[in-house]
């Protein structure tokens, strides 16, 4: 991995002061009422952009997903869940591969685009300006505007109601070395990411913590 020397933090990735652990931030709790329809509301959710290719023509395409997840650590999984009219689902049983491409701010357009037009209809790479980039350890492709791409080969693809849930094993992960400083640490809270909720897309808010910061020791 080449390292990027003149890479600078943001100075907004990080506040100098985050929420005290020690401090009990929680709101009185409004009484809470069941909603009309329900249905998934696990958010926010990612949105992210799944690339993928035809076996047997190499056509390469691109489709937005939301239910999309980390689902094992060991081995590396993830889980997209796609329904049978989309193109790509075709694409993605028959070739058994798959890449998930993260998004960010400047990508929000694009993501919105391949989630509402069909690679049926449209080239939504040329549409949206879209780099295709080669696959490294499987053939499907991956998008270059992407600061972290995702190659995943299927382990698994469970049928469940509207949609089917494909398991992916992770082969490999490319990410943009521009977030990378010179001690490899990779900075992919300054890649302003993109998260879906609930009909809307957002940026991600102010950091207020970071793992174990709960209990963490008073120094
Ligand atoms: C924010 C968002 C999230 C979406 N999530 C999913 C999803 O998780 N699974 C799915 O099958 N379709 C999802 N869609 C719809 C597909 O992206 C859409 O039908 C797309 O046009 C399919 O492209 P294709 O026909 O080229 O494969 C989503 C659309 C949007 C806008």
């Known amino acids: 991995m080449e390292k990027n020397p003149s890479y600078k933090r943001k100075k907004t990735s ?13 709101r009185k709790p409004h009484h809470k009422v069941p909603f009309p329809k329900p249905g998934n509301m696990v958010y926010p959710a ?3 952009l799944v690339t993928c290719m035809d076996p047997v023509t190499r056509e390469p395409n691109v489709f937005t997903a939301g239910w999309a997840a980390n689902v094992c650590t060991n081995p590396p ?3 997209v869940s796609i329904r049978k009219e989309r193109y790509s689902y075709d ?5 058994g591969e798959f890449t998930i491409n993260l998004t960010t701010k400047d990508l929000a357009r694009a993501a919105d685009y391949c989630g509402v037009r069909s690679g049926r209809t ?18 499907a492709p991956s998008i270059r505007e992407s600061p972290v791409s995702i190659e995943c080969r299927v382990s698994q693809i469970i049928p469940l109601g509207s ?3 494909f398991l992916g094993e992770v082969q490999a992960v490319l990410v943009d070395e521009h977030y ?12 302003d990411l993109l998260s879906y ?23």
């Open 77 to 79: 999984m993830v889980s």
């Open 46 to 48: 990612p949105a992210v």
């Open 163 to 165: 949609h089917d849930m």
């Open 197 to 219: 909720v609930h009909g809307n897309y957002y940026t991600l808010g102010k950091n207020v913590g970071h793992f174990g910061w709960s209990i963490r020791k008073k120094k």
């Open 91 to 95: 694409m993605i049983r028959k070739s």
């Open 122 to 139: 449209t080239n939504k790479f040329q549409d949206m300006g879209l780099t295709i980039d080669p696959g490294l350890s499987i053939q």
């Open 14 to 26: 990080r506040p100098k002061k985050a929420v005290s652990p020690r401090r009990n931030v929680l």
């Open 180 to 191: 990378m400083d010179e001690k490899e640490t990779f900075h992919l809270e300054d890649a």
